[in-house]
């Protein structure tokens, strides 16, 4: 079975710097994706990255990257530049490969951005 | 604006009444997915379908049923709510190895 960990219930972060979330993964599965979601105060999930096991590259998309080391099996993920509205819960997801599409999640990460 | 919907958005319930979660997606997908989520809990999965035709149960089947009626549509189904369901319930669907869509969730209350 999957098991996606979440260490950090909580973060803190000055405006304008970087923050790394942590997220270590469990599965022994060769394909696999990983997912960052974002979980604002109204509570929609909105999908942020996503890197696939196979990729060598670590995914990038406007201020968020993915932090991917496969040998430590983490994919954590580092937000450039904070800003206020950056506050959310987030999450991260694995999901294994072939026709399996579930989606495991970890239990979330609380971001806090401080003016 | 296409995505995943969800209906309805808020519910009290009584211990023991039934209900249904209405959901729907216009993206063409074929996996379908209903999830709860409870503080400091994350998402766990109730059920899914694969594809038109197929459920399947996820983490925490018990005390719901679904319905895939078509390849739009996937309901979840309390039969006697308990406060134990109390929480927030999204749909989701999604198409391999891409983002997935989650409609807005459902706060259901169960007294």
């Known amino acids: 079975a999957q098991k996606i960990t979440q260490t950090q219930p909580g973060m803190f972060v000055q405006e304008k710097e970087a923050v790394t979330l942590d997220c270590t993964y469990d599965t022994s599965d060769q394909s696999y994706g990983l997912f960052w979601y974002k979980q604002p105060s109204s509570g929609e999930m909105i999908f942020l990255i996503y890197?696939?096991?196979?990729?060598?590259q670590n995914a990038t998309e406007g201020r968020y990257s993915l932090n991917f080391q496969k040998a430590r099996k983490s994919a954590n993920l580092v937000i450039s530049a904070s800003q206020l509205g950056d506050s959310a819960m987030y999450f991260c997801?694995?999901?294994?490969?072939?026709?399996?599409?579930?989606?495991?999640f970890g239990k979330g990460t609380l971001l806090t951005v401080n003016p | 604006n296409a995505g995943v919907t969800q209906t309805p958005k808020f519910q009290v319930l009584k211990t023991g009444q039934s209900m249904t979660l209405q959901c729907a997606q216009d993206m063409n997908h074929n996996s379908m997915y209903w999830y709860r989520q409870d503080p400091g809990m994350g998402l766990r999965l109730i059920y899914y379908?694969?594809?038109?035709?197929?459920?399947d149960k996820g983490e925490v089947p018990n005390g719901y049923n679904v319905s895939r009626l078509n390849k739009r549509e996937f309901s979840l189904r309390l039969e006697s709510a308990a406060p134990s369901q109390t929480s927030v319930y999204f749909c989701a669907s999604g198409a391999g190895f891409s983002g997935y869509t989650f409609g807005s969730g459902t706060r259901l209350t169960v007294v």
């Open positions: 890197q696939g096991s196979y990729d060598e």
């Open positions: 997801a694995m999901r294994r490969g072939g026709s399996n599409y579930k989606l495991t």
């Open positions: 379908s694969a594809s038109e035709g197929t459920t």
